[in-house]
């Protein structure tokens, strides 16, 4: 289930505050930060976004 566009509008990557991809349609859903050195990914659990960095996973 895709977020809310307003939604997405306002998030940002706690990390380094950069927009976040919405990539919540895929099986494991989650958003992904757009930062070029930071990139990561964090989940979306039952439809709410967890932007917790200790929660992200690194990119591969």
Avoid: F, K
Wanted: glycine share 4%.
């Amino acid at each position: 289930m895709p977020l809310e566009a307003g939604l997405l509008e306002i998030l940002a990557c706690p990390a380094c505050h950069s927009p976040l991809d919405d990539r919540s349609a895929a099986d494991s859903p989650e958003l992904v930060c757009t930062g070029m050195d930071c990139r990561l990914a964090y989940p979306v659990r039952d439809g709410i976004p967890v932007l917790l960095v200790d929660e992200a996973r690194r990119p591969a």
